[in-house]
């Protein structure tokens, strides 16, 4: 089941990528939709797509190679340390974390959200090929205000992978543990986030 959502209306980069599931019950609203299932109601409007992929390098869909994570998301062209490979579109508006959680449909939102910057995070309900971007806590993408940035020089045949909790509400915890040391993953605070990724990406530049 995955949990990564980079479209016109927002982002979306939580996937749900682990070997084994946390035993202690999480909020129904954060487990994402399957593809398979009907769209959730509309109570926000949503733009349109504008009809571009945000997964700059090519690429293709494949099994990801994180026990349990289904499919991922693997370049087949080499990219240079701190290069782009996952850049936004279309982003009409954003909203807080409280507008979201007070509408009727929150529980179908909430898992179609992401953050974007302090206390504003984006919404998307369709679903791309970036939403099969696993989550882990040695990634070889670095998340950084919307874009994702090669963590290092990467090698044709990698697979795309973040750091999901900069992604989360903070203090959210997500439903799966971190498949390979089983930790939890939990939110950054706003604070946290930024200056953790903003230094990455100037080492990243150095």
């Given at each position: 089941?995955?949990r990564?959502?980079?479209?016109g209306?927002?982002i979306?980069?939580?996937?749900?990528?682990?070997?084994?599931?946390?035993?202690?019950?999480?909020?129904?609203?954060?487990?994402?939709?399957?593809?398979?299932?009907?769209?959730?109601p509309?109570?926000?409007?949503?733009?349109?797509?504008?009809?571009?992929?945000?997964i700059?390098?090519?690429?293709?869909?494949?099994?990801?190679?994180?026990p349990?994570?289904?499919?991922?998301?693997?370049?087949?062209?080499?990219?240079?340390r701190?290069?782009v490979?996952i850049?936004?579109?279309?982003?009409?508006?954003?909203?807080?974390?409280?507008e979201?959680?007070?509408?009727?449909n929150?529980?179908?939102?909430?898992?179609?959200?992401v953050?974007?910057?302090?206390?504003?995070?984006?919404?998307?309900?369709d679903w791309?090929?970036?939403?099969?971007?696993?989550?882990?806590?040695?990634?070889?993408?670095?998340?950084?205000?919307g874009?994702?940035?090669?963590?290092?020089?990467?090698?044709?045949?990698?697979?795309?992978t973040?750091?999901?909790?900069?992604?989360l509400?903070?203090?959210?915890?997500?439903?799966?543990?971190?498949?390979?040391s089983?930790k939890?993953?939990?939110?950054?605070?706003?604070?946290?986030s930024?200056?953790?990724?903003?230094?990455?990406?100037?080492?990243?530049?150095?």
């Amino acid at each position: 089941v995955d949990r990564f959502l980079l479209t016109g209306a927002g982002i979306r980069l939580r996937r749900i990528a682990a070997a084994q599931r946390s035993s202690v019950p999480r909020l129904e609203s954060w487990i994402h939709p399957r593809p398979d299932r009907a769209p959730c109601p509309r109570v926000l409007d949503f733009a349109p797509l504008v009809g571009a992929t945000m997964i700059l390098p090519r690429y293709h869909i494949g099994a990801s190679a994180i026990p349990g994570a289904g499919k991922g998301v693997f370049i087949d062209d080499p990219v240079p340390r701190g290069g782009v490979l996952i850049a936004p579109d279309a982003i009409p508006r954003t909203w807080s974390f409280e507008e979201i959680s007070a509408l009727p449909n929150a529980s179908e939102l909430l898992p179609a959200t992401v953050r974007w910057f302090e206390n504003r995070y984006t919404i998307s309900d369709d679903w791309p090929d970036e939403c099969f971007v696993n989550h882990s806590f040695s990634p070889t993408g670095l998340w950084h205000l919307g874009f994702i940035f090669a963590s290092a020089s990467l090698h044709a045949g990698t697979e795309i992978t973040v750091d999901y909790r900069h992604l989360l509400a903070p203090g959210q915890e997500e439903d799966f543990h971190d498949a390979q040391s089983g930790k939890r993953i939990v939110g950054y605070n706003w604070n946290e986030s930024l200056r953790m990724s903003s230094q990455a990406l100037l080492e990243l530049l150095a």
